[in-house]
């Protein structure tokens, strides 16, 4: 597997940091130590050559890697990593989670938000305007939902589209929910 000459160090994985996952790794591709990826966001800037990853998986201590290579196949990323020579080293990072520092994300563009800034936003009824929750998190379905917690402590999740979601975090620590109960799950 070719090195690129003179690249930087790798950080540290353990490091204190705000890690936001990116995608998963599945199962080796080929011989030569390439990953099959399942990105949350495929056509991220993050899925590009010299961009470090965090990986990480239970039981096994974190580390970086640094993209050589990417391709897309079908609804996966064929990635290549400078640290992975060989299929053996590959098959290592099944199932692990990919990471990036939010810390090195580009801005958001001028009315976009990037989900994790959503965290611990109040949520509130597009229709009257009454608090209704707080977004705890996220969940990966047919498309991406926001995790609701309301504030009689049901859960809801809500589909980040424009039917559901009149407003992401226009107003900063706030978003506006259509019909915030009718997406209650328990």
Excluded: C
């Excluded at 936001?20 to 080929?30: A, D, I, T, Y």
């Excluded at 402590?153 to 226009?170: H, M, N, T, Y």
């Amino acid at each position: 597997m070719p090195r690129l000459a003179g690249r930087s160090p790798l950080p540290d994985p353990d490091a204190p940091a705000h890690w936001l996952e990116v995608g998963k790794v599945g199962r080796p591709h080929g011989l030569r130590g390439e990953v099959r990826v399942q990105p949350h966001n495929p056509a991220s800037d993050v899925w590009a050559p010299r961009q470090v990853l965090r990986a990480w998986k239970p039981g096994a201590p974190a580390r970086m890697l640094r993209i050589l290579d990417v391709r897309p196949a079908g609804d996966v990323l064929i990635v290549a990593f400078a640290e992975l020579a060989d299929r053996t080293q590959a098959e290592g990072l099944t199932l692990a989670v990919l990471q990036v520092d939010a810390a090195a994300l580009p801005p958001a563009d001028d009315g976009e938000v990037y989900l994790h800034q959503l965290l611990g936003a109040q949520v509130i009824e597009a229709s009257d305007g009454s608090v209704v929750g707080e977004v705890v998190g996220f969940a990966e379905a047919a498309q991406t939902l926001l995790q609701i917690r309301l504030r009689d402590g049901r859960e809801a999740l809500v589909p980040v589209d424009a039917d559901a979601v009149e407003q992401l975090g226009r107003v900063a620590g706030e978003v506006a929910v259509r019909h915030v109960h009718d997406w209650v799950t328990s």
